[in-house]
């Protein structure tokens, strides 16, 4: 599978705001971006004026990589997002949220998207009290994931709950820090996604 190996705070330049995708670093003054906040390169500096597709695109691009997505995946979770009834944008970002990998790490179990893919590749949660070893899954308003017992002490998992409250859990999870679980008490909502995206623009840019 083909997969980002550049440095990933470029990323984040590219993109001209944090996508989160070196955990912990992100929130603090190490942060590359906050150093160096415009694009990367010898251009970077340069000011250029933005087109109405440049600008839809760079924020579909945004969204893609800050949930580590390749771009059919990504097109896929559109097509979706789509047929349901409601709003495609919010639709596509409520999806996004409820991805088991994304869970795992909006819990505090990892420190980033990436490293919460791992942990679940690898076989380290548990999903209602079964194994589960795929990142994309959905899940519904009631499941409950946890840490294996066995994988309770590993380093990155009891770092990630260390400083979890630093970026706080979203209102629509309850964790249970003591007992490696947490649980969907409802589906996110718009006003539960704080972090920059115009969902408009990706719907605009989809719709050509």
Partial sequence: MARYTEA????????????FLKGDRCYTDK??????????????RRRKKSTDYE??????????????????????????????????????????ELRLDNVVYR????????????LVRHGHLELNG????????????GDVIQVKERSRKIPVIVEA???????????????????????VK???QREHITFPVNEHLIVELYSK
Wanted: charged content about 30%; aromatic content about 8%; glycine content about 8%.
């Fill in 8 to 19: 990933k705070c470029r990323v984040c330049r590219r993109e001209g705001t944090k996508v």
């Fill in 31 to 44: 942060c590359p971006f906050e150093r160096r906040p415009y694009p990367p390169g010898q251009h970077g």
């Fill in 55 to 96: 600008v839809q695109l760079r924020e579909k691009q945004k969204l893609r990589r800050m949930y580590g997505l390749l771009e059919g995946q990504f097109h896929d979770y559109f097509l979706e997002a789509d047929r349901k009834k409601g709003i495609t944008g919010q639709n596509l970002l409520r999806m996004l």
């Fill in 107 to 118: 819990a505090g179990f990892a420190n980033s998207r990436n490293q919460a893919r791992q």
């Fill in 130 to 141: 079964h194994k589960v070893d795929i990142p994309s899954l959905q899940l519904r308003v």
């Fill in 161 to 183: 709950l260390e400083v979890v409250d630093r970026r706080g859990i979203p209102e629509w999870l309850e964790g249970n820090a003591e007992q490696f679980s947490a649980a």
């Fill in 186 to 188: 409802a589906e996110p």
